[in-house]
């Protein structure tokens, strides 16, 4: 059974920083690409950043220079360190396995930022 994890939501204030993982387990983790989403009150969801099995990283251009994705293939898990949080940056973030046509989702965890 296939399942991603995350963890390290929570609320930080405009301008501070926040990371959060996405461990998962049943699927040979190496292989696939990685991806952090987010999805706001009554927005779609939207790409924030991808990292694929050769490390090669994608970025939302509002999250260039703030935020770093990565991985580590020995612990099956998925990073987005997010500095310079501002308040537009309030979202559910979900992380995202695909290979293929092959695609499973976490469960999602709830990044506020707000003074």
């Known amino acids: 059974q296939v399942q991603l994890v995350e963890s390290g939501g929570g609320l930080v204030q405009p301008g501070g920083s926040l990371s959060v993982s996405c461990s998962a387990s049943?699927?040979?983790?190496?292989?696939?690409?990685m991806g952090w989403y987010r999805q706001a009150p009554g927005k779609q969801r939207e790409l924030v950043a991808i990292?694929?099995?050769?490390?090669?990283?994608n970025y939302l251009d509002s999250v260039k220079g703030r935020f770093t994705i990565s991985r580590d293939n020995a612990r099956n898990t998925v990073y987005l360190q997010m500095n310079s949080l501002e308040p537009e940056d309030t979202a559910v973030y979900y992380c995202?396995?695909?290979?293929?046509?092959?695609?499973?989702w976490g469960q999602g965890t709830q990044v506020t930022v707000s003074s």
């Open positions: 990292i694929t099995s050769n490390g090669i990283t």
């Open positions: 049943g699927i040979i983790f190496s292989r696939y690409t």
């Open positions: 995202n396995a695909q290979l293929g046509f092959t695609t499973y």
